[in-house]
């Protein structure tokens, strides 16, 4: 696998100035096939939480582990042998090992978390995942309503709402409904303890649209 | 008088306003919209949400009429540049027109060009989500415009400018609680509510003072412990039991009585709740100076079918025996047209109760009081499923009939054949801000029904436009509407017509209001939710509509996709847009 560093400081997505994560990512190389930046976040959201956001309301950062909020596991951080390719997603927020907070004041940190068959992933979605196991922003990208339900035939997040449907296996692209944009992850590993953990903060900004 | 003192925020904090034309709006006499003008209301003007504050959705115009609506042209349009569903009437003031859309915009127009004279543009909150992204429309009051946001705020604007005049914040969007009804303007005050019901709120309605946005009274929908029907509840179950308002209440200027509609109880299965769940999926009648519940009707109680009664009754007069009964009419989302008498005291009196769609969940209507029996196969609750008619959006949804006084009909956007199935699982902690209902999701996503009776092989009537005589009690005509939702609010005008959307092929339509028959149709841009109206500037005559699908007309059409073979269902694009018509060469 050939690995990149990604230091890149700015882009320009839809006409609006983002950041860049300033954090090094590394990638897989088939992130790079989809292009620039993967990892966003906008401006004025990066220099608040630089400056003085309470770790329970700041987006899901590097090295964060994952702690499940409902069901069987409720209240446990997230291991890979948690989920099962069969099971339905599991609702969970970053969770802040420094500080040891859960980082659920910000509800647009709200993760979907599964595990699907890694060979049928699409390759860019594959090196966001570790095990298989999945994190998808629970937020749709359409007016923001949490996601809730599963199609699993098909492997789509469906939100009640308006009916958007997800792809789990090709990075959260939209398949039916009202939302423009696909839905942010967050790129998984694992710690030296076996913990599911994020590699780095969402690949865009979670939240729904404006128009 | 209690004053929130602390929540009226910095003037623009809010939003953004824009102004198309220089100067205009601050140049130009603007005239005031008074308690006695909304009282009795010029037929030129739509100055509020269903042209009088009766509800009738009727104006006395008749230039445009069944003689000549075949010559119905546009003749101006205006993108809002938000997608969604509008479900706002264009309401016009002496050819200034003012719209509300989604995203909690509003602008402001000339309603003969369509030129714009200013835009608000709410600065809605990045982690607020929207169940019902729409809103249905401002109010006219005073020298100002007022609109109910779904971050659960009021803002008033002047009505020249845009400029903020207050924001105030009604209710805490991060527990669930939105706003997305039109406002009743009355009596100088501004009249809003809460909705929330799958979100475990427990519902109010709110009294501002239209100056200055200071909350002149706070009314729950469920009574507290200490208060009358408050023994209807268990436990703590009052605390999020729903009783949302979704839309305006309708308004009697004689006697200062607000009746408005409410949501079901919450979460949705009824053994979580058990009791009546007073004032739970009801009509109550307020005292607009006091707030106080002077009077009420429960349509249903204890509700399993997430019938909310979302719609306030129409205040008319109707002959009953040989007497003039002051009454309130209601198509009810239980399928049943209720008919009441309402007093100047505030007690509502049942009357009768007619079905206007097929409901199987309900045995028979005690004669006297209206009280309904449940046939419990037909009712679901926890670990327990059932199937029912009509669906959970049951015979009509939000968009509101309308009446004529000249024909004396009473028409309904009904929707026939639809059922739904579902039951619940053991309710889990409430999570505040998130989904409270105690059914599952994927289970109210598959929950929708034909009729047994239905054969899809065949188009299938769902939509229906029915009109009914109210002093006879008899269904004049109706019009079916094939293989689609039909979620649209109806106009009634003089000009004995019946102008309405709603369907997947984005037509906008005019019907004979005496005969039913179809004598216009024109396709729009998006399907049509808004509520229409109808104005005169310059003795010209004009039509006017919002087109932009969404919400649960949406969501209606998505189930309905998978239930009709392929190909009968249409994909509905997205997008909004102002329609104004009038005749050609007028």
Redesign the interface.
């Known amino acids: 696998m050939l690995v990149v560093k990604w230091t890149v400081e700015k882009s320009s997505v839809s006409g609006k100035q983002l950041l860049v994560d300033r954090r090094t990512l590394i990638v897989g190389a088939a992130a790079t096939v989809v292009g620039l930046p993967h990892v966003v976040r906008a401006e004025a959201e990066a220099e608040a939480e630089a400056e003085a956001v309470a770790p329970n309301k700041l987006f899901a950062q590097a090295g964060d582990r994952i702690q499940i909020i409902?069901g069987e596991f409720k209240g446990k951080m997230l291991r890979p042998e948690m989920l099962s390719e069969t099971a339905k997603p599991i609702e969970a927020f970053p969770f802040d090992p420094k500080n040891e907070v859960l980082r659920r004041k910000?509800?647009?940190n709200r993760l979907l978390v599964l595990r699907l068959n890694p060979d049928e992933m699409e390759a860019s979605t594959r090196e966001l995942s570790v095990e298989g196991v999945l994190a998808y922003s629970a937020?749709?990208t359409h007016?923001?309503?949490?996601i809730?339900?599963?199609k699993v035939e098909e492997r789509h997040l469906?939100c009640?709402?308006?009916?958007t449907e997800f792809a789990a296996l090709t990075g959260g692209t939209v398949m039916t409904?009202?939302a423009q944009r696909q839905l942010p992850m967050v790129p998984l590993g694992l710690d030296g303890d076996g913990f599911v953990i994020a590699k780095a903060g969402f690949t865009d900004t979670p939240?729904?649209a404006?128009? | 008088m209690r004053v929130l003192s602390t929540a009226i925020m910095a003037l623009a904090a809010g939003g953004l306003v824009t102004s198309a034309v220089a100067d205009s709006g601050g140049k130009a006499p603007y005239n005031p919209v008074t308690d006695a003008r909304l009282k009795n209301p010029e037929a030129k003007n739509w100055l509020t949400w269903r042209g009088n504050y009766e509800g009738w959705g009727h104006s006395k115009l008749k230039k445009i009429n069944s003689d000549n609506v075949k010559d119905l042209v546009p003749v101006w349009s205006y993108s809002t540049?938000?997608?969604?569903g509008h479900q706002a009437p264009p309401m016009v003031n002496d050819g200034i027109m003012y719209v509300s859309t989604p995203?909690n915009q509003v602008l402001a127009l000339d309603a003969v060009s369509g030129t714009e004279i200013w835009r608000y543009v709410r600065k809605?909150p990045?982690?607020?989500?929207?169940?019902h992204?729409t809103n249905r429309g401002v109010a006219l009051y005073g020298d100002k415009v007022y609109m109910a946001t779904v971050d659960a705020g009021v803002v008033a604007l002047d009505a020249k400018t845009g400029k903020v005049v207050w924001d105030v914040k009604a209710g805490d969007y991060?527990d669930g609680y939105y706003s997305t009804l039109s406002l009743l303007a009355a009596n100088g005050k501004i009249i809003t509510g809460v909705s929330g019901g799958e979100y475990g709120i427990r519902g109010y309605v709110t009294a501002l003072d239209a100056e200055t946005g200071a909350e002149v009274w706070k009314t729950f929908t469920i009574p507290g412990p200490g208060e009358e029907g408050h023994d209807t509840w268990k436990g703590d179950s009052w605390k999020v039991g729903g009783g949302s308002i979704w839309m305006q209440g309708n308004y009697d200027a004689s006697s200062g009585l607000i009746y408005i509609g409410t949501g079901n109880g919450g979460p949705w299965m009824p053994d979580t709740r058990p009791g009546d769940n007073l004032y739970t999926t009801s009509v109550v009648a307020l005292d607009i100076t006091t707030g106080k519940i002077k009077g009420h009707h429960q349509y249903h109680w204890n509700d399993a079918w997430d019938w909310d009664e979302v719609s306030a009754p129409l205040l008319m007069d109707i002959n009953r025996d040989g007497k003039k009964v002051k009454a309130l009419v209601h198509a009810g989302r239980n399928g049943y047209i209720w008919t009441l008498e309402r007093t100047a005291e505030g007690p509502i009196k049942f009357v009768k109760a007619d079905p206007y769609v097929r409901n199987d969940a309900f045995t028979k209507i005690d004669q006297k009081t209206g009280r309904p029996s449940y046939d419990p196969a037909k009712t679901p609750g926890v670990n327990k499923k059932a199937t029912f008619c009509p669906s959970l959006w049951g015979g009509k949804d939000w968009p509101p009939e309308a009446y004529n006084p000249d024909t004396g009909l009473f028409y309904i956007p009904a929707h026939i054949n639809l059922c739904s199935e579902y039951g619940g699982v053991p309710l889990?902690e409430r999570d505040p801000?998130?989904?409270y209902i105690g059914v599952p999701?994927?289970v109210?996503?598959s929950s929708l029904r034909f009729h047994p009776s239905v054969d899809t092989k065949k188009p299938v009537p769902i939509g229906q436009l029915q009109a009914w005589d109210m002093n006879t009690g008899k269904m004049a005509w109706s019009h079916s509407f094939n293989d689609t939702p039909f979620w649209g609010p109806l106009l009634s005008t003089g000009g004995n017509l019946i102008f309405t959307g709603g369907t997947s092929d984005r037509m906008f339509r005019a019907f004979n209001a005496k005969t039913g028959d179809k004598l216009w149709e024109y396709p729009t841009n998006s399907g049509i939710t808004g509520a229409p109206s109808t104005f005169e500037v310059g003795g010209v005559q004009y039509v006017a509509v919002q087109s932009g699908w969404?919400?649960d007309a949406?969501?209606m059409q998505?189930?309905l996709k998978d239930m009709l073979p392929k190909g009968r269902v249409p994909k509905v694009p997205?997008g909004g847009a102002i329609w104004v018509f009038a005749l050609k060469g007028k």
């Open positions: 409902k910000n509800r647009q937020i749709c007016r923001a309503c949490t809730k339900a599963w469906r009640h709402c308006h009916l409904g009202p939240g729904g404006t128009t | 540049g938000v997608s969604e995203q809605l990045g982690d607020l989500k929207q169940l992204p991060k889990e801000g998130e989904l999701i994927d109210i996503l969404g919400v949406e969501r998505g189930l997205q």
